[in-house]
């Protein structure tokens, strides 16, 4: 991540335990090797009350420092974000801030440090293909640097998605976008994707019982090496009220753990493949803390067994 601008210098760098983890904490994003537990920024404002509570802003900027400090170094985030919702519902309410709260909380971005960002959902629906310089640009500005490390084309009840994705692959030819992912896509999106531009992540929604129709997405980002990086992992069929969806069957899980049902969502998920990257946002620090620890967590082929049955 390079920056366009300069900022106050910060005192915070990725933790210097990165480099002496396994290996198989680690996927590839292009060029930059990520751990697969990230942190996303969709909950930043912590929902509708916490959207209305005291310096929202100022407790997301000590968060995403500490998420850092913590080492993290892919942050999910999108012009939109932080957004909040209805149970079960798909729409939500866009409160905007995220982009600047990264900036004013990391920049100069630290070296090592991937944020991706998506562009496609507008105020009037999905963008025109026409219209996507424009936020584009925005994101830019916005976050501060002369190229975005990761741009998500996310669609919504398109078709086909070769028109849309190929001004980003443009885009990309010009050196404003470093690398390509596709989001709320079906297999026949990734392989016209693919045909125009090289892919290094699918973002599809995906957890312990939800959205399991994706299993074969999965498979095939697998198989070609691509990123896949599940949204509502955690709040499952709760979709945009965010939260943690419990079930008994977890319950059970986490108990003999002694761990958090979000951690063994969290494990789970991991487990799906070493390409699967985790994203979990949360406004909590002690939340953050917990969810990194998520890989420490060793399901066994029983746990794995019941995870696994537990259907949409």
């Known amino acids: ?54 310096d929202p802003q100022q407790r997301a ?35 905007g801030w995220a982009n600047d709260v990264i900036r004013r909380a990391l ?11 998506k562009v496609g959902p507008t ?10 310089p424009g936020l584009v640009d925005d994101e830019l500005r916005v976050l501060g640097v002369e190229a975005l490390d990761l741009v998500y084309l996310r669609q919504m009840g398109l078709p086909s998605i070769a028109e849309h994705f190929g001004v980003l692959a443009e885009l990309r030819t010009r050196g404003k976008i470093r690398e390509l992912g596709i989001s709320n896509v079906r297999v026949e999106h990734l392989a016209e994707a693919r045909a125009i531009a090289p892919v290094v992540a699918v973002q599809n929604r995906y957890g312990v019982g939800f959205g399991r129709t994706n299993d074969e997405m999965l498979r095939l980002c697998g198989a070609a090496g691509i990123a896949f990086v599940p949204f509502f992992a955690l709040a499952a069929e709760a979709r945009e ?3 943690v969806t419990e079930s008994a069957a977890i319950l059970e899980i986490a108990e003999r753990h002694a761990a958090t049902t979000a951690q063994i969502r969290l494990a789970w998920t991991l487990s799906r493949g070493d390409h699967v990257l985790a994203i979990p946002g949360t406004s909590s620090t002690h939340h953050l803390e917990e969810n990194l620890k998520a890989g420490e967590i060793a399901l066994s082929p029983a746990d794995l067994a019941t995870l696994d049955s537990i259907t949409d």
């Open 1 to 54: 991540m390079q920056n366009s601008q300069e900022y106050a210098p910060l005192p915070i760098n990725l933790s210097s335990g990165i480099a002496e983890s396994k290996s198989g904490e680690f996927w590839r994003l292009g060029e930059v090797e990520v751990r697969r537990i990230g942190f996303g920024t969709k909950r930043l404002a912590g929902g509708p009350s916490g959207a209305a509570g005291r």
């Open 61 to 95: 900027v000590a968060l995403l420092r500490r998420a850092v400090e913590l080492g993290v170094n892919h942050l999910d985030t999108a012009a939109f974000y932080p957004s909040h919702g209805r149970h079960g519902e798909t729409s939500f309410e866009s409160l």
């Open 107 to 117: 920049a100069p971005y630290p070296k090592g440090l991937v944020i991706a960002t």
């Open 123 to 132: 105020a009037h629906g999905m963008a025109r293909p026409d219209e996507l």
């Open 241 to 243: 009220a965010g939260g």
